[in-house]
């Protein structure tokens, strides 16, 4: 099942789990290169992406709650996990093609968000 197809109840089950599991870096020697590619490439969930949206424009109109407040700052948090973790697939794929990360990064079409 891909991470972007979860519920947001069931992804934060998920990473209730994984936050006693540890980071990628201690399983990406079991991992495929074309499975290292589906994690690199996966989209963040719909769902996080959407409301993570929705929180920063209350942000801007400065009609954010407290309690919003509290969850913007948790799903950031969620989506800088998420990123750092395709970081760490990208590299890892780097590592075993000889490659940069910019060419690999370059081969599976991300743009760095320094770049556009």
Do not use: C
């Not at 950031?76 to 990208?90: G, K, M, N, S, Y």
Request: charged share 30%.
């Amino acid at each position: 099942m891909l991470v972007s197809s979860l519920s947001p109840t069931d992804y934060d089950r998920l990473r209730t789990i994984m936050g006693d599991v540890p980071r990628p870096h201690s399983i990406m020697a079991k991992l495929s290169d074309s499975e290292l590619e589906g994690l690199a490439l996966a989209p963040l969930p719909t769902w996080l992406a959407d409301r993570v949206r929705e929180l920063q424009a209350a942000m801007t109109e400065e009609r954010l709650s407290a309690s919003e407040r509290e969850e913007q700052l948790r799903l950031l948090d969620t989506v800088q996990h998420f990123e750092a973790d395709r970081v760490e697939f990208i590299a890892e794929l780097a590592r075993r093609r000889g490659s940069s990360l910019r060419e690999v990064m370059n081969q599976l079409g991300i743009r760095s968000a320094a770049r556009g």
